[in-house]
């Protein structure tokens, strides 16, 4: 009886764990050029506004960044590549397991210059629809 009280145990503790990761939320996108060609090797930062936390990607080669296990908050986004000006977007807004497609479209310049973008938060509500 003793092991299949521990089974339990380590079941209920997974269960737990498991349970606690669905409250993060992920962020992802595509970095592209001004000719809509991908742009690999591009830091994309997230950083949340309230905390601080900071967590950052680079892109694939598809120019591609996903950004897990974000928790809910308001985000700061930035994508840096040399040779390209900094792209910026404020607003953007986790609630709990939310997922945000946010793309990037660099323009060419130095790294002094920057491009900031503001989003305004989505919020849904659940409405019957009259059909």
Do not use: W
Request: glycine share 10%; aromatic share 4%; with cysteine.
């Amino acid at each position: 009886m003793q092991m299949s009280g521990r089974l339990t145990l380590v079941s209920l503790l997974m269960c737990q764990f498991a349970m606690a990761q669905t409250n993060a939320g992920r962020i992802s996108g595509a970095v592209l050029d001004p000719s809509g060609a991908p742009v690999p090797g591009c830091l994309v930062t997230a950083t949340n506004t309230h905390t601080g936390l900071k967590k950052a990607m680079l892109t694939e080669t598809s120019g591609f960044y996903a950004i897990p296990a974000l928790p809910p908050g308001a985000y700061v986004l930035t994508a840096e590549k040399d040779g390209f000006r900094v792209g910026e977007q404020s607003g953007v807004v986790l609630d709990a397991a939310s997922q945000r497609t946010i793309d990037f479209h660099l323009e060419v310049g130095v790294v002094s210059q920057s491009v900031k973008v503001t989003a305004a938060a989505e919020r849904t509500s659940p409405e019957k629809s009259s059909t």
